[in-house]
């Protein structure tokens, strides 16, 4: 996560490839373990054509890339029609470069706090579906099976979590803000009645999570700790009412 994000290994017949979006020089790099490597420019280019770019870029790694050309339940636009999209180039590099910095420090806050717990928990990484960086911990008990919800969810939930992020924002929620919600604690009486730190953090019910707007700490001299304290106030909160063993996960410092 030097310069960007990437996907991190991907085994490939007898070779492993990776795929970086680089903000530093704005290439996606497509590199494998064989030695070859493609850099496909980001600025300054359609989306159509940067759409064929990185297929023709997998291929010269001989690559033969077959993929479901549509985003996984979100409601936009099919990826087959960005290849007729030749007038659309809205890359902008000073938006991107400070929306990269701001997931830096985001990271490295996320990093400290994925620290202090010795429970199982997920590494600090980029969630696709809503481009989060998130942040699971696991209490090891299973949770009540959730009716009528896809294979995906079904397994993300089969046992309890209480999960941390940051994202930039949606439909729902139209501004950057910092997350936490548990599952299957959104639910328990009293979860809502738990203070939260910092004063700006709040609970937000119809959401079923509590929410830090990055507004209200941005300009702050100790934005690091005030993240933090909203991150240990609400894991505290959840594992409190769903009954996790706080001790256990306490890492003896």
């Known amino acids: 996560m030097v ?34 490597s493609a850099a496909i420019p980001m600025a300054n280019v359609s989306v159509a054509k940067f759409y064929e770019k990185v297929f023709d870029g997998l291929k010269q790694l001989d690559i033969e890339a077959k993929i479901i050309a549509k985003p996984y339940d979100v409601p936009h636009i099919p990826f ?30 996320f990093q400290d706090f994925h620290g202090r717990f010795i429970g199982k928990s997920t590494p600090v990484h980029l969630f696709w579906h809503h481009f989060d960086m998130a942040l699971t911990r696991f209490s090891g008990k299973r949770a009540p099976e ?25 439909e729902t929620f139209p501004e950057p803000a910092f997350y936490a919600y548990g599952f299957p604690g959104t639910d328990i009486d009293g979860v809502y009645d738990e203070k939260l730190d910092p004063d ?37 909160a959840y594992a409190k009412h769903m009954d996790w063993p706080l001790k256990e996960f306490e890492l003896d410092e």
């Open 146 to 170: 959730r009716p009528n919800v896809s294979q995906v969810e079904r397994e993300a939930y089969s046992h309890e979590v209480i999960s941390f992020g940051f994202w930039f924002g949606d």
């Open 80 to 109: 087959e029609t960005f290849q007729k999209c030749h007038d659309i180039n809205s890359y902008d590099k000073p938006h991107i470069e400070t929306m990269w910095q701001i997931l830096v420090a985001v990271n490295n806050v």
């Open 200 to 236: 700006a953090a709040f609970w937000n019910q119809t959401g079923g999570q509590a929410l830090l707007k990055y507004s209200d700490i941005r300009d702050k001299d100790n934005a690091r700790e005030l993240i933090l304290s909203f991150l240990e106030s609400t894991y505290q």
């Open 3 to 36: 310069n960007g994000l990437t996907t991190g290994p991907i085994p490939y017949g007898n070779q492993v490839i990776e795929m970086e979006f680089n903000f530093v020089d704005h290439h996606l790099h497509l590199i494998s373990s064989t030695g070859n």
